[in-house]
């Protein structure tokens, strides 16, 4: 069957119901309950979410699947040049219990237009409350082996790409120790629209691996008060990342799209204190020191 | 003396000197921390922050005295056509720890440029948890009544105003109860430049009052875990209101202003639940049901 948009949008519905069921293995208490709902200009979703779990204390994993005419906003604000537009792709959050567990996201999504102009987007990116080096290797390695089954210079434009986006200018912290970030990415010599749309798949693919590997490392540590109190202040980090800064969930907002799934990736709890400082020679102080653009993570 | 910015800004400090000195007497329990900062290019301001008291858990009295050079920023975002700005005010945001006592803000400022042109601007808005029907009249009339003594045409237009920009789009609910808001305001017959700076001061000296009303209505009401999460997931509106709507909080984040300042408008601690679902007939979907616009509350 040739690549076009309808076996992209099913196989993203088959990737939603693989990480799903692998998220409620590597869970091991809590299911998946699922929203269905249609857009009134065209498609609709399944916005699935998972709460109070052995690990996750509050997740989404949504599919969505939307069309129509491209609106006056859609044109000014994203400058399609095109009538009809189709976009379809799977997009997570997963805000953990144990501090000690990172939160993660991902994002793969294709784009097309009735001109004939397409693009796929995408990445993962984690954010350990507490950074540990080894694990941030591993995942950065992880990313990259991923990529360099399809282009040698996908990883390092993608990670970099990464740094820029998951960016918290008015704290001049990256959001976490970053990952991989594409966008506008269509047919090059190197790598066709079949191979970027099994770029896609692959990186759903390796997602529960990785986060497995995140949380089987975290999820057994003790914690106290502290560990949640700083738990929570990077959650609220994560808020205003979200909020302030993330173009999807901007556009979804302001557009109209459906408020519940957009936020599903506001944890459960947030916390704000004025002017906190961490202690020096703190796993706290440790953390802080690593949000910064331009680590090299894999070797 | 003249009223010129220097004077301004003086009778803002007082201004907020007196608002602490009362909000302590209010809280009964905490007292303001101080924080002094310069602007490197020109300015600066005091930031006291109260928390952990008998009535409020985290809140901020801000003043500011900021001016310099007009940005490139700030001639493109806020179309300023002038070479030199000079700004100055007091802001405001309360969170109390009793679901029963509401949310409050307010804000006054001056702004003016080097080639004569100056406004006003400012508003006071209240965001129950719980609203109370009579609390809210009484809240609006007051604001009315100070209104009125300097033009009959201000509580209708600015309680209007404050309709429209207290409004969480995405959720089709206003932040609150609304209240008054006005931007951009300079002379006219009615009201001369010395009014309208009193109008300011006369809000400023109100604000106490008004909130030691709703303090004292609801600071004894028993509450459980059923009021604490919804008094959360309102808190959790209003960080979506700051972050992606107000626009102060943006210019003030994306233009490098002091993030600590900006964001003490931030509750101590927030939630968000999915697709959260109010029992009918119960104080929660009153509220609910009670955040539209064009309520009026006086008659």
Redesign the interface.
């Known amino acids: 069957m040739s690549l076009n948009k309808i076996e992209i949008a099913q196989q993203f519905r088959l990737l939603q119901d693989h990480i799903c069921g692998e998220l409620e293995r590597i869970d091991g208490k809590a299911t998946f309950r699922e929203?269905l709902w249609d857009r009134k200009e065209g498609g609709g979703g399944r916005t699935r979410?998972i709460?109070h779990g052995g690990v996750i204390e509050?997740g989404?994993v949504a599919f969505s699947e939307v069309y129509g005419p491209v609106s006056e906003m859609m044109k000014k604000q994203l400058g399609l040049d095109g009538n009809e537009f189709f976009a379809t792709g799977v997009s997570i959050v997963l805000h953990p219990g144990n501090p000690f567990v990172p939160i993660i996201h991902m994002n793969v999504r294709y784009f097309e237009l009735d001109s004939g102009v397409y693009w796929f987007g995408g990445g993962i990116d984690l954010t350990p409350h507490y950074i540990d080096e080894s694990q941030a290797a591993l995942f950065h390695k992880q990313l990259k082996q991923t990529c360099d089954k399809y282009d040698g210079s996908f990883y390092p434009k993608f990670k970099s790409w990464a740094d820029d986006y998951f960016f918290n200018?008015?704290?001049d912290e990256t959001r976490g120790i970053g990952g991989i970030f594409f966008d506008h990415l269509s047919a090059s010599e190197k790598a066709g629209k079949e191979d970027l749309f099994s770029l896609c798949i692959d990186l759903g693919k390796l997602f529960p691996l990785i986060y497995e590997e995140q949380v089987d490392f975290g999820k057994n540590k003790p914690f106290g008060e502290r560990e949640l109190l700083w738990r929570?202040l990077r959650r609220?980090r994560y808020?205003?990342f979200n909020?302030?800064y993330d173009r999807g969930t901007?556009f979804g907002?302001?557009s109209g799209g459906r408020?519940?799934s957009?936020?599903?990736s506001?944890?459960?709890?947030?916390?704000?204190?004025?002017?906190f400082h961490v202690e020096e020679n703190s796993p706290e102080s440790k953390t802080l020191s690593l949000l910064h653009k331009g680590k090299i993570w894999t070797t």
């Open positions: 929203d979410i709460r509050k989404g200018q008015h704290r929570n609220g808020v205003e909020l302030v901007k907002l302001l408020t519940e957009i936020l599903m506001l944890p459960e709890m947030a916390a704000w204190e004025y002017d």
